[in-house]
Structures are given as C-alpha cells and as structure tokens.
C-alpha cells in the first residue's frame, strides 16, 4: 500500500538576542553597597555607638562613583560580563570599611586618603574603557608594553626618586606622591607575554626534544623564560622583595603554559625559580631574616608581625569577634599587608572564606572570559589578568598563614595603597573589554584591527 508523502513543513530562523546583563549588573551592584553600607553602620556602632554624618558622605561618594562606572560601561562596553564590577565593588568596599575601622583603633585617617584613591582608580578604569575600544589594537604594542613594563620596575632603584621602605626598594617619590610602579608593570608584562606568546606559542609547543616524558624546548626558545627568571631574580636582589618576583615569574610561567599547554614549561619554570630563591636564600640577609621568621614566628629577637598576626586569627576563631569589636590594629601595618588578618579576627574563618570566595569567583569571571574570547591574544590576555590577581591573593593569605614565607604585596582591592587599587581597578576594566567583544553579537562585532591582509593559505598576517 503506497505512503502518502506529506509535504514538508517550512523553517524558520530566528536570531537569539544576546542580553547584555545590564540591569543584573545594577541589580547586583545596589546589593554590594547594601552590605558596604550595612559593614560601615556595624562599625560605627561597635566603637563609638552613632553613625555620625562623615559615615554617610563616604558612602554616597563611593555609592556615585561606582554607578558612574556602570553608566560607562552602558556607553561603552555593554555586554561586558555583569558580575565583574559587582565583585570589585563589594571587595573594594569592604576595604574601605576595615581600613576605616583601623583608622577608629589607631586615631589615623587613611579611609578618607583611600576613598580618593578609589575615585582616581575608577577614574582610570572608565578611560581605559574609553581608550580601548578594542582589546585586539593592544597588541600592536607588545614590545612597547615590554619597555614600559622594565621602566617601571626599575623606577625605583633611581638615586632621586626611588624610595626604600621596610628593607624593600619598591616606591617612587614624587612630591607629596608615593607610587608602586611594579603594580603598574604586572599589567604591561601580562600584554607583553600575551602579544608575545600569541606569535610564538608553536613553536614553544611544538619544536623540541623529549626527555623523561616531558617536552623540551630549543635552546632558543627557552631564551625568553630565562629573561623573565633573570628579571625576578633581579627584583628579588635588587629590591629585596620576594613577592614580586615570585609574581612576575609566576605569571609568565602561567601564561606560557596557558598557551602551550605543556607541563614541561611548568616544570622547567618552578626549578628556575626554586633554585634561584634557594640561592637568594644562601647568600642575602634579608631574604634568610624572612625564611627565618616563617619558621619560627615567635623566636625572640626578631619582628613579631607573623605572630601577632596568627595570634589575631587565633582570637577571631571560626565566627570572628565582629566588625569593629576586635583588636586588629595591634598588627603592624594591619590596614595594608596585614588586612587579611584583621578581616579574619573580626569575621572569623567563615568571613575570611568568604572573602577568598569573592576573589575566586572574580579569577573565575577573568578565566571564563578567556575561555570566551574568539582570538589567541585576548584569551592570553583576560588568562594572565586572572592568574595574576589569584596569584597575589594565593601569595598575601599564604604569607599571612605561614604556607609561604610574608612577602609583603598588598591584597587586591583591600589594602590600602592607591598603586595597588589602581591597576587592580584597571585590570578588572581590561578584563570588561575583553568579555564585553567575547559576548557582543557577531552583527555587532568590529573588524580585527589587527588584521592587515590575508595570506595565500589562507593564514592571517599582523602588522
């Protein structure tokens, strides 16, 4: 019996609309002032008894600047991923909050310097938004980024305006100023290895002997990974700051195994650096004094920051002594190197959690951004961003717990230091740029402007 043919249904083809979390990103943002503003009351309440009127101003300047940035990135970059400035802006807040707590302890007045700062820093975050309208055009700067990034981080070691503070030749001195250039030169490396691995990473994957299961590379091509050790090593003798240079060889570690994919790079890396630390160790005080106080914090005759420190983590227990109703600023530098310690003795370990919880969803928003991005350098670029900003919390909380010897960096977004809240603001605006192109519509999407004209087999060539 024959079938009956039935005619075909006709389809149709729809585009889905992208939505650009906008109004999830203002949804979320009123929240993290809700809980800033809620942090600052609890303060206030706890050491004096009164929210007095100063309380409030600081939290309608930092509540404006924030919503100015967000109207930025409406103009300027509106599918930019909507969590990013959410999170910066509970972290930075609550900074604001315990430095001012600290300020309450010790009679100083560093919140109001701090809120200036962050003025300046979103400032900076919003032109560079502005400026960059395109993430991809920052790699036609790649070697350019590299000599900047090398300027800044021997600013400090200049007879007139470098400055050396705590043992640590780290700050340039300008005027009534007082700037971390090396905060700066994370971001101008991190462009430098994302323009420069982008170009090289076949080879560096690619090319080279097998031995004992890993990949190695031509001697030339391991020339640029012993540039990066020599210029850690060089921080960590020049600078006495160990931090740093684990930093910047860390994140040029990270990011070339990012884009080779290669363990052996990772292996090759860390045994530079171990044995580069191990020598450092051997031969200078300073770094032998650190050594020697993560071993033994409370041995007599050395500082006690380590242990008043611990001891302060001690007293916070698991739910913390609450905000404003501890003693954090009996630790040396408690509102800067030391402020994850005094969120720890007020919040406890469930506040302190939750806190590293915010950094990791942060690191994560950056790493899923790279995984979105359609090209090689922005998935370089937003990689390193993230690692590097995990890396420096991984290395202040470990310094702090004794994991690691204390190093002195700053926590991103929490201590004061306007260097440091500067180019985390404006990494945190590199990484909206680059999410803003990886989730913008292909209708909407511009050109590569990199691009110059197209190979005959079919490869594209740079300027």
């Known amino acids: 019996m024959p079938v009956s043919a039935t005619a075909p249904?006709?389809?149709?083809?729809?585009?889905?609309r992208v939505r650009s979390?906008?109004?999830?990103e203002l949804l979320l943002t009123l929240f993290a002032l809700v809980v800033v503003g809620l942090a600052y009351v609890n303060v206030q309440l706890a050491t004096v008894g009164e929210v007095p009127q100063l309380v409030w101003w600081h939290l309608g300047t930092y509540a404006g600047i924030v919503l100015a940035l967000h109207l930025v990135l409406r103009w300027r970059a509106r599918y930019a991923?909507?969590?990013l400035l959410p999170l910066a802006t509970l972290l930075n807040g609550l900074g604001l909050v315990m430095i001012h707590r600290i300020d309450v302890g010790t009679g100083s007045e560093v919140a109001a310097r701090q809120l200036v700062w962050t003025g300046l820093a979103v400032l900076a975050a919003a032109a560079t938004l502005v400026a960059v309208r395109d993430h991809r055009l920052l790699r036609r700067y790649t070697y350019l980024a590299m000599a900047a990034g090398f300027l800044l981080l021997l600013l400090p070691m200049l007879p007139v305006v470098g400055q050396e503070i705590n043992g640590s030749r780290l700050w340039v001195r300008l005027g009534p100023l007082s700037l971390q250039p090396g905060e700066l030169a994370k971001i101008m490396l991190t462009i430098f290895f994302a323009g420069y691995l982008v170009s090289t990473r076949d080879a560096l994957s690619l090319v080279g002997r097998r031995f004992l299961g890993?990949?190695?590379p031509r001697a030339r091509d391991l020339g640029p990974i012993l540039v990066a050790w020599g210029l850690s090593v060089m921080i960590l003798v020049l600078q006495r700051d160990l931090g740093s240079s684990l930093l910047f060889f860390g994140l040029f570690v990270a990011m070339l195994y990012v884009a080779t994919e290669r363990i052996s790079w990772?292996?090759?890396g860390m045994s530079l650096f171990v044995g580069g630390a191990f020598l450092a160790w051997q031969v200078f005080g300073h770094v032998q004094a650190r050594v020697t106080l993560w071993l033994d914090p409370f041995a007599p005759g050395q500082s006690d920051q380590v242990a008043k420190g611990l001891m302060g983590l001690g007293h916070g227990g698991i739910f913390g002594t609450g905000l404003g109703e501890g003693y954090p600023y009996?630790?040396?530098f408690a509102n800067s190197d030391y402020i994850v310690a005094a969120f720890g003795e007020e919040l406890g370990m469930v506040g302190l959690f939750a806190l590293l919880t915010l950094y990791a969803l942060l690191a994560e928003r950056g790493l899923r951004t790279a995984i979105g991005a359609r090209e090689g350098f922005g998935k370089l670029l937003a990689a390193g961003l993230s690692f590097t900003v995990a890396l420096q919390v991984f290395v202040v909380v470990g310094g702090i717990t004794r994991v690691i010897p204390l190093t002195g960096l700053t926590t991103p977004f929490l201590s004061a230091g306007g260097s440091s809240l500067l180019a985390n603001w404006i990494i945190v605006a590199l990484l909206m740029r680059v999410s803003d192109h990886a989730r913008r519509p292909?209708?909407?999407?511009?050109?590569d402007p990199t691009k110059d004209l197209t190979h005959p087999r079919g490869e594209v060539r740079t300027r």
């Open 9 to 16: 249904t006709p389809s149709t083809v729809t585009s889905l």
């Open 21 to 24: 979390g906008r109004t999830v």
């Open 214 to 216: 890993l990949q190695l």
């Open 330 to 332: 009996i630790t040396y």
């Open 266 to 268: 990772i292996v090759i």
């Open 81 to 83: 991923d909507p969590l």
């Open 442 to 447: 292909v209708s909407e999407r511009r050109q």
